[in-house]
């Protein structure tokens, strides 16, 4: 097993599954369809949409045989690492669901109904740094419109935020901005002609903190013309937590923005657009702005989202994860692919990190591994062929059970059937396959009662209920 990727034990799963089935449910709620995209796809797809840092992330796969033979020797003696890939490596893993998704929509436009909702669930691969709460391959769950700019969109997404979490019991805040507006504010402080730079550095305030942010303005060579301001963390800290904690609604926020900002009206639409979508949760605590949230793909155009854990909630003090989903309008990214230019907006959810919080906060409901009902036990050759027919018995009655295949001590039944959260076992002789009467023992305490198949099929659907 690599570093940065995990094996997952059968409970393990039947959690995982438990979280991306509570979100397939709320995306098919919503309207949402379900498709599939190959795991690898062209770099030329994948180079250039996730800024400077998301490209030197990208896993890239070798050519297959001899995949130095094309490179130009003053090519390979150069040691240039990005003109050698050019040459030995076609293709790599997708990064994120969003970019395949774009090149989905245009070479199957002529097959696609617009507006376009789809949802995706499957791994990516970031060649990133594992630590705790991040790893090298992770699932996301991705929901996504193509083909519309109507607003409309980022508030059903939102709400779509706040049905997920809330079927999950995660205590969570959604962190709304405007790319635009976080132009306003590089602009605010002299970055407007370095704004890709600025939003990669500013992305990473809940990390390093704002004299973090400071020294790595200073450090990137990128100049301001406020100079005073931008190189001073504390009026970075006050600029953000005033525009937070100022306002009493969305739309004293959106006076306020724009009083800022009154210089460049031409811009004010664009905190008209935040309005629009805020104002449908007005009063709803767990929507909350934040001016230097960034998302720092390249793509996104619009309205952006992070969703991090509620660290006003007792039990999430001391969780230290990031954002567990996020997104973002993109009006441009289907145009690369030689399509049309179809705007887009769409939301990702991180399942690795969503399971690591319910794990820590023990929200996983205890029924979630419950799969096999009952275990039934052979005591010798002569019965194992009736036995199994009963078991068939069960199971085309819809009843999940098993069959024990070793010849053990029964401690060791009562040891595989805990171990597999399965609730009863049944013995089976010679009396049993004679009379047709089963003694069915309570693992946990050790009861028993006696049932024919058919009564016992009854016990165990009403034990489902």
């Known amino acids: 097993m690599s570093k940065g990727t995990r094996d997952f034990l059968p409970r393990e799963v039947a959690k995982r599954n438990y979280i991306s089935d509570t979100i397939k449910t709320v995306f098919r709620n919503y309207g949402y369809e379900q498709i599939e995209t190959p795991a690898i796809e062209r770099l030329e797809t994948l180079a250039g949409k996730y800024g400077d840092e998301g490209d030197k992330l990208l896993f890239k796969i070798l050519n297959s045989g001899d995949y130095l033979k094309e490179v130009p020797d003053e090519i390979l003696t150069s040691r240039n690492s990005a003109q050698v890939t050019k040459y030995i490596a076609e293709k790599g893993l997708r990064y994120d669901l969003t970019v395949p998704l774009a090149r989905y929509v245009v070479q199957h436009q002529g097959?696609?109904?617009?507006?376009?909702?789809?949802?995706?669930?499957?791994?990516?691969?970031?060649?990133?740094?594992?630590?705790?709460?991040?790893?090298?391959?992770?699932?996301?769950?991705?929901?996504?419109?193509?083909?519309?700019?109507?607003?409309?969109?980022?508030?059903?997404?939102?709400?779509?935020?706040?049905?997920?979490?809330?079927a999950l019991k995660i205590p969570v805040k959604v962190q709304i901005n405007h790319r635009r507006i976080l132009y306003l504010i590089a602009k605010h402080y002299g970055y407007e002609n370095h704004f890709k730079e600025f939003s990669t550095i500013i992305d990473k305030l809940d990390k390093i903190g704002y004299e973090g942010v400071v020294n790595e303005l200073k450090r990137s060579g990128i100049s301001a013309v406020n100079v005073k301001e931008s190189t001073d963390g504390n009026d970075l800290s006050h600029f953000r937590e005033g525009l937070m904690s100022s306002h009493k609604s969305w739309k004293d926020l959106t006076l306020r923005l724009k009083d800022i900002f009154k210089d460049w009206q031409e811009e004010h639409k664009h905190i008209d657009e935040l309005y629009h979508v805020t104002r449908n949760f007005e009063g709803n605590p767990l929507l909350v702005f934040n001016p230097y949230l960034a998302r720092g793909l390249d793509?996104?155009?619009?309205?952006?989202?992070?969703?991090?854990?509620?660290?006003?909630?007792?039990?999430?003090?001391?969780?230290?994860?990031?954002?567990?989903?996020?997104?973002?309008?993109?009006d441009n990214l289907t145009e690369v692919f030689g399509g049309q230019n179809m705007s887009g907006v769409g939301i990702s959810f991180g399942i690795e990190r969503i399971y690591d919080v319910m794990e820590e906060l023990k929200l996983f409901p205890e029924t979630i591994v419950q799969g096999v009902k009952v275990l039934f036990v052979p005591r010798e050759p002569a019965v194992e062929e009736f036995t199994f027919k009963q078991v068939q018995t069960l199971r085309n009655a819809g009843v999940s059970a098993e069959m024990f295949f070793n010849y053990v001590k029964k401690q060791k039944h009562y040891e595989y059937a805990t171990a597999k959260g399965i609730s009863f076992i049944v013995e089976v002789g010679q009396d049993e396959k004679a009379t047709g009467i089963f003694r069915v023992k309570d693992v946990s305490t050790q009861q028993e009662q006696r049932r024919s198949t058919q009564e016992l099929i009854e016990l165990l659907k009403e034990c489902n209920n």
Do not use: M
């Open 299 to 330: 793509y996104y155009t619009g309205i952006i989202w992070e969703v991090v854990i509620d660290k006003s909630d007792e039990r999430c003090v001391n969780l230290s994860l990031g954002s567990i989903a996020s997104g973002g309008r993109y």
């Open 111 to 166: 097959k696609i109904a617009f507006p376009f909702k789809r949802f995706h669930i499957g791994p990516v691969w970031r060649a990133d740094r594992p630590q705790k709460g991040r790893y090298q391959e992770f699932y996301q769950c991705d929901a996504d419109v193509i083909g519309s700019r109507w607003l409309w969109s980022e508030v059903e997404l939102t709400h779509i935020f706040l049905d997920v979490f809330a």
